[in-house]
């Protein structure tokens, strides 16, 4: 096991790789530059020592695989360049950021999981009744309402007509912050996992192997709990794995609407000014993420379904 | 000698696909004596299967019995409430199925699908069902039993996961065993040694045993009587011994005249299979089906010839 483990870590290696290339030279080519966003902002910049001196400081004068190669090094070394921005260093300024984009993340899927699997479980157990229908036609509309539409309703009932929950903000340990937006985010991933779910009972309720737990005589709630469960968690674990990893770059919408520190905000933030090593550094975050909750599903699967090879 | 009283009565079985829908099966009726092998042959679709899962109970909708009696002992298994029939189910009566590769739940242990039977029925706990699981294992001969307790459907082979089916079906030492074509999955080599298997151990129990299957060689070599079903009905119903020499329905004798036999190729040409009435449609009699292969026998006659 430990050696599965291991090797699906190297695994990892070669994408971050990839990733880093495609990070390093879509940003190299995008046009526009800080210089120019500062210009934007009404400041001149056109005296050309000042430009000349600012590009000499951030290297921008340097031909791309030497650029490529500080960047790399850089990274090795955990350094993620300085911000144009506040010229502190990239870490610095994402370190901050990281928790509370967790912190959404995992509480949006909580919720997500906890109300979505449920749902299709109790779907799928009565097909075609009332229940199951209203289930599926609220999971097409959480799949369907767009997340801010969503996010506002959800400010405007709970935190202006009823007052029960702040409608904005972040503060440290504080679950009433946590709710409205992780609930906003949570809705469509609800959705996705209560459909995924309620097709996946259905599939093996008609497994054959269901039929030979009939015949053994097992009970109903023995035969969901004991045989139906465990193999529609390997499909559910799916989808779950690509929603939780795929939440903190769809989190960008929400925490712009909830002014959440995370860092979908500040990538949105650093795009409009060019501030690129942040930019770099934020979907960088957002790719390992992913990376790092799909090698822990790839994990779970091994401990949960026998047929994936460990050795 | 007069029969003793069945272990299981069929009477007016009759099933239908919904409320209003087709009829599956037409009135069967038949008596399943304590110990004997009972075989039920029949084409495709003829309803063997489903006689089978209707005596478990296990039809699925939209298939239902719309009327008749299923008597084990002296309990009407149709009038039973669900939870008495789930009982019985498994451990009086117990079921085999076609398809060993996905009857068993591919995330579950076989040694934990066996202590399942003792735990449900029995009442056992886990550790002391886990130790009859592996004394099952070993009565149905697999091999080295506690390693392949521990392991999963996926590791064995079909003729071991039939074996494990088997042992599982056999745990509770049932009454009555249905076995749905237990040997039509596997390979020939493999099929002998299943049939053999479940013959010794329903013998030495005294288990009875609905023997469901196409083969009527299995069925010549196992059953002591046989029902011959054709479109949802039993049209007979005979010893072995007495259906094999003397069929009476014309349906069996062309199901007879059907089997494939050894050496038995006419040469110069192929001898034609029986072609049993309102199967083989009316304007496609006589003609030769267009083939691609020479019969082995003509080519061996041509080969002479040149010699």
Known sequence: MMGFVLRRVLQMIPTILAVVLIIFFIFSVVPGSFLTSLMAEGRNMTNADVLAQMNAQFGLDDPIPVRLWNYVSGLLQFDLGISYRTREPVTSVLGPRLWPSVQLAIAAMTFAAAVGIPLGFMAALRPGSLFDSLTMVTAVSGLSVPEFWLGLLLMYVFALQLGWLPSFGYQENSLRHLVLPAIALGVSPMALLARTTRAGVLDVMNADFVRTARAKGVSEPRLVRAHITRNVLVLVLTTMGLQIGSLMGQAIVIEKLFSWPGIGSLLVDSVSVRDIPVVQGAVLVIVLWFLVINMLVDIAYALIDPRIKVA | ?307
Request: proline content about 7%.
């Open chain 2, 1 to 307: 000698m007069p029969n003793p009283d069945p272990l299981l009565s069929v009477r007016d079985l009759r099933v239908q696909v919904g409320r209003r829908g087709p009829q599956i099966l037409h009135g069967i009726n038949l008596d399943i004596l304590p110990g004997e092998t009972y075989g039920l042959v029949g084409e495709s679709g003829s309803g063997k299967s489903v006689t089978g899962l209707s005596i478990m109970g296990l039809l699925k909708r939209p298939l239902n019995v719309s009327a008749g009696s299923i008597h084990y002992q002296d309990q009407n298994l149709l009038k039973l409430a669900p939870r008495a029939r789930r009982r019985l189910r498994g451990d009086r009566i117990a079921m085999i199925f076609q398809e060993p590769m996905t009857a068993l739940n591919p995330v579950a242990s076989i040694g934990t699908q066996i202590a399942e039977m003792f735990v449900i029925h029995r009442g056992l706990d886990w550790p002391a069902a886990r130790r009859r699981a592996v004394e099952a294992l070993d009565s149905v001969q697999v091999p080295s039993p506690e390693e392949r307790a521990r392991a999963y459907p996926h590791q064995l082979s079909g003729g071991m996961r039939q074996r494990v089916m088997i042992a599982i079906a056999l745990a509770c030492r049932p009454d009555l065993l249905i076995a749905d074509e237990p040997t039509t999955a596997l390979d020939v080599t493999v099929q002998a040694g299943v049939l053999k298997l479940i013959d010794e151990l329903c013998r030495a129990e005294g288990t009875a045993v609905l023997l469901v299957s196409h083969d009527l060689g299995v069925i010549a070599n196992m059953c002591q009587r046989v029902g011959v079903m054709d479109r949802g009905r039993l049209i007979e119903e005979q010893d072995t011994v007495a259906l094999f020499s003397n069929p009476l329905h014309p349906y069996t004798r062309g199901l007879l005249a059907a089997r494939p036999r050894l050496g038995s190729r006419v040469e110069g040409g192929r001898k034609r299979l029986t072609e049993l009435e309102e199967i083989v449609p009316p304007n496609a009699r006589g003609h030769d089906a267009p083939t691609l292969v020479t019969p082995r026998g003509v080519r061996a006659a041509r080969a002479e010839a040149t010699a």
